[in-house]
């Protein structure tokens, strides 16, 4: 597909490069299925783009056991794709995920399932 001003050769090859991606995915909402695997996934709908995403994750489990680490990459980066996906179609901001992360910072994970487990 012709690439709109939001995508690729840009983006900037650090964490920030997940925020460019959603951009781009976000932009494929309504676009020709034929023209963008994007597209055909939001075509398919919510329950597709669930598999998928789990479907990426098992391949990242497989990849840390069985295969090493530049597999693992490349299918953090399959995994990490469809969750963007999964994030638009879902009507959820990248950014709001960075502010729940960011407050967890300074919270022990073992602090706060214990917090959990008492209430
Ligand atoms: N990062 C990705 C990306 N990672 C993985 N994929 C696609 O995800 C698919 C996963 O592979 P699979 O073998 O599971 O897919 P499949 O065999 O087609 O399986 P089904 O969908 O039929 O179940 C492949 O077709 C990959 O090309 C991606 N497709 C797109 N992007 C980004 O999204 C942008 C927009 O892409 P389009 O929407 O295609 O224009 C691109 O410029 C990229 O930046």
Same mark, same amino acid.
């Given at each position: 597909m012709a690439a709109p001003e939001a995508d690729g050769a840009a983006a900037p090859p650090d964490g920030r490069v997940l925020d460019h991606l959603s951009r781009v995915v976000d932009s494929r909402k309504g676009a020709d299925p034929a023209e963008s695997y994007t597209?055909? /996934?939001? @075509?398919? $709908? %919510?329950?597709?783009?669930a598999q998928k995403l789990g479907e990426e #994750?098992? !391949? +990242?489990? +497989? @990849?840390? /056991? #069985? !295969? $090493? %680490?530049d597999a693992v990459v490349t299918e953090s980066a399959d995994l990490l794709y469809h969750l963007a996906v999964l994030w638009a179609q879902a009507g959820v901001a990248p950014e709001a995920v960075w502010t729940e992360l960011a407050r967890r910072f300074g919270t022990s994970g073992l602090e706060e399932k214990a917090g959990r487990t008492a209430e």
């Open positions: 597209a055909k /996934l939001f @075509a398919r $709908g %919510p329950a597709k783009i #994750a098992t !391949e +990242v489990v +497989v @990849a840390s /056991l #069985a !295969e $090493g %680490p």
